[in-house]
């Protein structure tokens, strides 16, 4: 009973003095072929789709995207509104606060209800526009460009939809900067009055 114990102990011991065989190593994300293609690569993705959770295999990329803008659109306006009343003051009114999550208390029911109805009309028109071919999230003739804006060429319009994702983006990781610091006091370093 020694001896098979001390042979295993032997034969243990001697495979951790041995070469260890090595695999191949990827290093590449598994991505769906959707994203191929798709404006959001740059410089700090290294130029490669960002999917590291792999969300891709769940929800479709164009819905995906279509979320993303909305939530960097609806973003930017949020930093707009943050900032604004803190810097510039705030409109005659019900609200008497500088403070924008203590302004949304404030608020008339009456101005909630024409906000909602308001939103609704605006994402009713985008709807039907894009039944009617136009896009709310690039790639084609635009649902909504009043000031005609939108360039003509594709260069262009990559560029211009790059540069909206990338300051929506942004604009996501501020406000949620802006609210951590409001509710967490010192939890975020921004300057002082935010």
Sequence with gaps: MKTAALLCLFAGSATAFAPASV???STSLNVSPDLDGMVGTSVETGGK???PLNLSDYIPADRARAAELANGRSAMLATVGYVFPKWFGHFEGDVSVDDPIAAIGQADLQWWAQFIIFCGTIE???YRMELEGKSSTGGGEPAI???KMYPKDEAGRR???LKELKNGRLAMLGIAGFVSAHFIPGAVPIGPGF
């Design 145 to 147: 460009d009043w000031m």
């Design 159 to 161: 560029d211009m939809e």
């Design 23 to 25: 695999g191949k190593v």
């Design 124 to 126: 009713a028109y985008k």
């Design 49 to 51: 789709i960002f999917d």
